[in-house]
C-alpha cells in the first residue's frame, strides 16, 4: 500500500492511476488531517508527500513521521515544485528516502518508488553486522561501538549499512549516492563528504573503518584498517 499526499487534484489522480496500473495498491489524500487519520488506521509501505499543503507542510509531516517509533523507517518519498540543492539537502536530511522535482514522469516515479521499496527491502533483511568494536543491526536501527549506542540520522545510518553491505569493497561516489539519495540528487554537492566525516566522528574508535579511496570514493575496511 502506498500513501500519496497531494492536494492538486489533478496531480493526485494521475499518480495514483500509474501506480494501480503498475500493480501497486495507492490510496490519494487532499489534505495532512485526512492522511494522518488513514495513518491511525493502517499504515503503508511508502509515502509519496508534497511538500507545499494547506494545514502543514511536508517537510513538518516528515520531522513528526521519523520521530514516532512506528514510523520511524517508513520509506518517504518528497515531491515539489521547489528544484533547488538547498530544498533537496533539507528534504534528504531530514529523513525522505528520495526526492522528485515537479513537473515529473509517471514512469520515472514509478521506478523511483520501486527503487526505494527494493532498498528498504535490501536493508530489512540484513543480518547483524560486527566489526571489531562496531555493532550495526539494519533491522533494529541499532549502532553501537564498545557496547554505547550512537545516535545517527537516517542518511548516515543508511550510509553506513550500505558500506557494511559491500565490507571491503571499494564504491564510487555516484553509487553510493544513488544508494542512499537517490538518482536526482546533485554528484557536484559536498553531502557525502559531510555525511562521511560526520559519521566517522560520531563513530569515534570505529571512525576509523571508514576508509577513503583516492579517486574512486569510500569503503569500509575491516579491523585491521
Not at 128 to 154: A, I
Amino acid at each position: 500500500m502506498i500513501y500519496l499526499l497531494e492536494d492538486d487534484d489533478s496531480i493526485r489522480k494521475l499518480v495514483i492511476y500509474a501506480l494501480n496500473s503498475q500493480g501497486y495498491e495507492a490510496k490519494g489524500f487532499e489534505r495532512p488531517a485526512e492522511f494522518w487519520k488513514a495513518m491511525g488506521q493502517a499504515q503503508p509501505d511508502l509515502v509519496l508527500l508534497d511538500i507545499m499543503l494547506p494545514e502543514e507542510d511536508g517537510l513538518t509531516i516528515l520531522q513528526k513521521l521519523r520521530a514516532a517509533a512506528g514510523t520511524k523507517k517508513l520509506p518517504v518519498i518528497m515531491l515539489t515544485a521547489k528544484n533547488t540543492e538547498y530544498d533537496r539537502v533539507v528534504g534528504l536530511d531530514s529523513g525522505a528516502d528520495d526526492f522528485i522535482s515537479k513537473p515529473f514522469g509517471m514512469m520515472e516515479l514509478v521506478a523511483r518508488v520501486r527503487a526505494v521499496l527494493r532498498r528498504t527491502e535490501s536493508r530489512e533483511e540484513n543480518s547483524d553486522y560486527q566489526l571489531g568494536e562496531l555493532f550495526v543491526s539494519p533491522k533494529r536501527h541499532v549502532v553501537k561501538v564498545d557496547g554505547e549506542e550512537v545516535s545517527l540520522t537516517n542518511k548516515e545510518f543508511e550510509l553506513l549499512c550500505l558500506l557494511l553491505e559491500h565490507q571491503g569493497m571499494a564504491m564510487t561516489r555516484d553509487a553510493i549516492m544513488d544508494g542512499v539519495w537517490g538518482q536526482e540528487f546533485s554528484r557536484e554537492n559536498r553531502t557525502l563528504d559531510v555525511h562521511v566525516r560526520t559519521l566517522r566522528t560520531k563513530l569515534g574508535p570505529a571512525g576509523h573503518y571508514i576508509e577513503t579511496v583516492r579517486g574512486v570514493g569510500y569503503k569500509m575496511g575491516g579491523e585491521g584498517a
